[in-house]
């Protein structure tokens, strides 16, 4: 069993920077595909980033340039830290582990946070 925390999120103006942190824990994490994904009122969830266990990233197409995600596998921690925000970047962020052959079985979730980006 894997369980993510995700302290951090609040409220950033347009144009300002936040940086959200997951705590994980459980065993085998290192070989986990760790994301950060979001949902908007009204809209689905989608990816925003990924990180595979060898480093390899993938940005939604609306933060490539912007947002960085990048993992700390000795301390279990994978970030977000996201840059020239804008409104459409509000919704609630969720961590996700995914196991990268048994995604099906064993893919966890955070309890979410709120970013709000707003003047």
């Known amino acids: 069993q894997v369980q993510l925390v995700e302290p951090g999120g609040g409220l950033v103006q347009p144009g300002g920077s936040l940086k959200l942190s997951c705590a994980a824990s459980?065993?085998?994490?290192?070989?986990?595909?760790m994301g950060w994904y979001r949902q908007a009122p009204g809209k689905q969830r989608e990816l925003v980033a990924s990180?595979?266990?060898?480093?390899?990233?993938n940005y939604a197409n609306s933060v490539k340039g912007r947002f960085t995600v990048s993992r700390d596998n000795a301390r279990n921690m994978v970030d977000l830290q996201m840059n020239s925000l804008k409104p459409d970047d509000t919704a609630v962020y969720y961590c996700?582990?995914?196991?990268?052959?048994?995604?099906?079985?064993?893919?966890?979730w955070g309890q979410g946070t709120q970013v709000t980006v707003s003047s």
């Open positions: 990180i595979a266990s060898g480093s390899a990233t």
């Open positions: 459980g065993s085998g994490l290192s070989i986990y595909t």
């Open positions: 996700n582990a995914r196991h990268p052959l048994f995604s099906q079985q064993f893919s966890f």
